[in-house]
């Protein structure tokens, strides 16, 4: 079998983004993937996720997410397809955004303006007016942000698996990594679970919530946690259609609830949270919504938007985030094996950077740093160490 340059493990957003980014540098890239590709249960397998600027007072996400926005709008005129979708982003408040609960809203809001955008302040009639579908009686301030919206993920990933394919990474699906031939500390190949051996001088371990399982002394360091999605069939959608609706955020960090505008083609509005989530093992654990989430998410919609009240649950799933600690990513080389590097770590704020994250892995492989390399590093987490993005919903900042 051919020996790869590198081998990419993992056939999600960082292992696609990395291989294609690998290749594009002129090396031999090969990528193994459980299954096909999208697989049915990637957290990067889904209709929507959103792309948005606003990460509260964190700059460095906020100069990310701005990089790859341009590049979405790049990479929608490159591939003759359209990935990213601007609708826009609407935060809800049920106080002042100068209040002391919302500060992630303040400092996004503030950055905003600091940067040299207009995003446009509401007020509970404006948003009446604009955004009909929401209770008036419970948001009353808002900002809204036309440069942001949300991506097809499962779109993307098998758009750029194509790609792929087309500038000559070899693809190989259904081939599950199990472990690793290691000699002299250097890494010389990866082994699979149906019996092949892989010959790499580098291998890339971009599994997703599998990485600890591959890597087990990453466990103490990241999770896997799994948090509900669920699809709603609104009776009338004309309220949920941009640019009547938009990407949302309701009182994110003291609820975690965020959703979608009315997507055609499967005819739902996507609703979520962004919360601690269920501790969830990506092999063994089942991927249910429980009773009790979908009563809590009946509640909200009830509370937010009313027209949804009676709307059909026509589907649910369980997305699984792989949560470092910190919920920063892991995009580095191993400190003790020579030619292994992960990129991982994602939290939930992975597939919105898919643009820059090939490059910063391809980066890391090549033994260079990047601009945001610093805050991604192999590192030390303790159980003393705080999640720290702003809008989710994490009790006592603890994962």
Not at 311 to 317: G, H, K
Request: glycine letters at 8%.
């Amino acid at each position: 079998m051919k020996k790869y340059d590198v081998l990419v493990i993992g056939g999600g957003i960082y292992g696609v983004t990395a291989a294609v980014e690998l290749a594009k540098r002129k090396h031999s890239v090969g990528l193994i993937n459980p299954d096909t590709i999208p697989h049915h249960l990637a957290a990067s397998t889904d209709v929507t996720k959103a792309v948005r600027m606003e990460y509260g007072s964190d700059m460095e996400y906020f100069k990310m997410v701005e990089m790859s926005i341009d590049k979405w709008h790049e990479w929608n005129d490159f591939f003759n397809e359209q990935m990213y979708h601007e609708v826009g982003f609407l935060m809800l408040c049920k106080d002042s955004i100068e209040s002391e609960k919302h500060t992630f809203e303040k400092h996004s809001y503030q950055n905003l303006l600091d940067a040299g955008y207009k995003p446009d302040r509401l007020n509970a009639e404006s948003i009446k007016k604009r955004f009909p579908a929401v209770n008036t009686s419970e948001y009353i301030d808002a900002n809204f942000n036309k440069k942001a919206g949300y991506v097809d993920s499962a779109l993307t990933v098998k758009t750029l698996a194509n790609y792929a394919r087309s500038i000559g990474v070899d693809i190989h699906e259904g081939q599950t990594a199990n472990g690793f031939e290691i000699e002299n500390g250097a890494l010389t190949a990866v082994k699979t679970k149906e019996g092949h051996t892989f010959q790499c001088g580098h291998a890339l371990v971009a599994a997703g919530a599998h990485t600890p399982l591959l890597l087990p002394e990453l466990q103490p360091y990241m999770k896997s946690t799994g948090h509900p999605v669920f699809w709603l069939r609104p009776k009338n959608r004309n309220n949920f259609i941009p640019p009547k609706f938009s990407v949302f955020t309701a009182d994110i960090s003291n609820s975690g609830w965020y959703g979608f505008p009315f997507l055609p083609k499967q005819g739902i509005v996507k609703i979520a949270k962004h919360s601690n989530g269920t501790a969830v093992h990506p092999e063994n654990d089942d991927r249910q919504i429980t009773d009790a989430e979908a009563a809590e998410m009946r509640s909200f919609v009830k509370m937010t938007f009313p027209e949804l009240i009676d709307a059909p649950l026509v589907f649910s799933r369980r997305c699984l985030y792989i949560d470092t600690l910190d919920g920063h990513f892991w995009i580095d080389n191993h400190p003790e094996i020579k030619g292994l590097s992960v990129s991982t770590g994602g939290s939930g704020h992975g597939l919105k950077m898919a643009p820059i994250l090939g490059a910063m892995a391809a980066d890391i492989v090549e033994g260079k740093s990047h601009l945001f390399s610093k805050r991604y590093r192999w590192r030390h987490l303790s159980g003393s160490t705080s999640q720290v993005e702003e809008a989710r919903y994490v009790i006592n900042r603890k994962l």
